[in-house]
């Protein structure tokens, strides 16, 4: 568990007077809140979402609002003027209140001030780019370009969502209300119609966002005070209350004597960090996966670590004894025992403590429990020379094989960098045996390691020596390296053939001109064109999300985020899906999995996008109002174009029947996928994550397409749209080209002049899209190769 200093004694801190006041709590040191990006996150998303819609005029649903606006009470619009005006003035008031507290928070007259200029900012630059050039609302109409956004609503949303993270427990719920009552108002008073409204609240989103993310808010640290009422309405008096030194994540240590003189750790999840808390777990279970219970109240984490505790106990475990669990006042409070002093290197490796240490391990096993976190930071010595186990909080009840195998191989790992392997191997297999070192040796990998653990310098050295080392005294054979299929300059070579060829074919027989392509280019409104680019940059995170669904194991986001980067840059050289699988292989192998795996998650996220795209298309034709035509002989031969794709198709499935090499792959690649169905039917929630990543990802890819089909030539809906990109995936994934190549350009310009653009200029957005999503992400994904191999993730 990661480890920070508070930069001040437990002795320095007072015991009173840190409390909460009426309206603010106390600035108890400065955070970085995931929440506080997530805001910025969605809020430019809201953004872009509706300034596209804003410059094309709005749509029905603004229509149909604005109507229904329209048809209501006049008691009705009364009560909404009004709570327009409290909305606005409750802001302004609660600013004010916050100049007034410069003296004892000056941060935050700071952080409101960034936030307005942010907001200012973005308002005027979504006006411009929405093309109305104009802030002033027109209630006269729905959604226009000359009514985007409703600087009201976005300046409120960025004042009180500042606020909130500064505000008592009871206001900062207020915050939340106000908002939604401000755009419900603002729409129903004629302010403006749904676009402008939510455009207004991702700007004021976006301008809170990068405000608190750049300022930073309070930490949420428990007041001292509360917590020693807190503990005296438990019945645990209590005396030299205060903060610990040593801070773990998540809540917040406090050290104490009781009053008998017997020291006390006290683990508080407090009221006002509520928030802020929950935030952060959410944010370690996605990125880091090791979080034991992300969805629990602060009591039930409280709960789980006494639960674990005293069940480690039953079981002859030593542990620190529990005092007391509960909640009092808005606080998860767990009173513990003192902690043990930290274990010395001579006490590590020390005959009698090795012994006593993987006797405790055995007796924890044993009673079916996982640690979750075995490192020696959590291995502390008692004063009678024993050893004790602390803090169960990533414990498990009735663990799995695995987990009590990482548990094996953490403690291993965590000895064998401080006293060396052989001493640490013997004790090992005297009080587990050898079938439970053999089970550990597939989780061997830093990948599979607690995060602290993995930063601990010689860490990759000694894990091999363990390898060697369990191997020669169970003799059972350490796991073969998985293959990795790396990129050849004759690869590139022929991907830039390939390209070549394609650009050739589409240009000669459907009769493209390059000279219209960048005449479209040069007349390019290059905002839109840009902003398209960055939005196809986050697609490998939702394929991220859907590679962590396919599997039951928990994997980190991040490197999962580099790996997809890699599988662009080998899959445009190579099979995408020998690539892909290989990449998989390798990596889940760090983590103690198998080649079966790897193949049978790649076979389920494969399943799971050909069905998104599939069900995404037959949407598209059965809710479509009327098809476009198609005319073989027309100007924009769109003809020509569909005959290529069909070729390509019809050449596809010949080369498959007539080559048994290939026909075996694609059955086996057909058995694997139904195989893999059984991970999704087991979880309901998995499958909906799996398939809902799929279909972010699409979404993600159509609104690139939108913003590419904006900025160099405006015309379908952003359905239409959406069609085009699921229809093109879905011919994608038919034709077996590395990269699509050629395919993907083909695909996306036949689809595009379906809908009214020029073969020229949709050509051109096909050519924009594919450099965005499929040419420029390779670039980076050779340096996602080699972070991935330098942090031991891939072999």
Known sequence: MT??????????????????????????????????????????????????????????????????????????????????AIGAVLAAAGAVLALLETPRRPRLPLTLALA?????????????????????????????PDSFPVVLVAATTAVLLVLRPWLVLAYRRLTVVLVGVECLAAWSIGSGGPTDVSGALGVGMLGAGVALVALGSPAGHPDVGQVRRSLRDMGVDVEALGLSEVQTWGARLLRAESRDGEPLVVKVYGRDAADAHRAARWWRTLIYRDQAAPGSTRLQLVEHEALITVLAERAGVPVQRVVAAAESEGDAVLVLGAVPRPLPDAAVADATTLQG???????????????GRLTLDHVGLAPNGGVVFTDFADGRIAAASAERARDVATLLTAQAVRVGADAPIDAAIRELGADALAAALPYLQRAALPRPLRAVGGVKGNLS?????????????????API?????????????????????????????????????RHAEWVWVVLGLLVAQTTPVADAVSTMSAVTIRLPLFPLVQLQYGIKCVGLAVSATAGRVALNTAFLRRFGEGPATAVTATALDSFAGAVVNVVVVLLGLLLAK??????????????????????????????????PRLRRRLLLAARKSWESLHVVTDSPARALVLFGSNLASLLLTAVALACMTRGLHPGPG???????????????????????????????????????IPSGPAFAIAVTQRIATSYLPPVYGVWALRWLRREDYLG
């Open 3 to 84: 480890e920070t200093r508070t930069g001040s004694s437990t002795e320095a801190l007072p015991e009173v007077g840190q409390e909460s006041r009426r309206f603010f709590v106390t600035a108890s040191g400065t955070s970085r809140r995931p929440v506080d990006v997530a805001i910025a996150a969605v809020g430019a998303v809201i953004v872009v979402l509706s300034t596209m819609a804003a410059s094309n005029g709005g749509g029905d649903l603004d229509s149909a609002v604005r109507r229904v606006a329209d048809d209501l009470p006049g008691w009705a619009t009364t009560l909404f003027n009004a709570a327009y």
């Open 116 to 144: 307005v200029a942010v907001t200012g900012i973005a308002a005027l630059s979504c006006s411009l780019l929405a093309g109305g050039g104009s802030l002033d609302p027109d209630p006269g109409r729905s959604s226009t």
């Open 357 to 371: 240490t993987w006797a405790a391990v055995a007796r924890l096993h044993g009673a079916g429990l996982a640690h």
């Open 465 to 481: 020596e363990l390898a060697a080392a369990i191997t020669e005294r169970t003799g059972v054979a350490a796991p073969a390296p």
């Open 485 to 521: 299929v790396r990129l050849s300059l004759r690869d590139l070579i022929k991907t830039l053939l390939i390209l070549l060829a394609a650009s050739a074919l589409l240009t000669t027989l459907a009769g493209l001109d390059w000279a219209t392509v960048l005449d479209t280019w």
């Open 626 to 659: 009327d098809l476009p035509p198609i005319d073989l002989s027309g100007p924009d031969d769109l003809g020509r174009i569909l005959l290529l794709l069909l070729a390509a198709v019809v050449v596809s499935c010949v080369v498959v029947a007539a080559v």
């Open 718 to 756: 952003f359905g239409q749209i959406f069609f085009v990109a699921g229809a093109a995936a879905l011919l994608g994934a038919i034709v077996p080209i590395p990269g699509n190549v050629g395919v993907g350009e083909a695909a996306l310009t036949a689809g595009l002049v379906a809908f009214g």
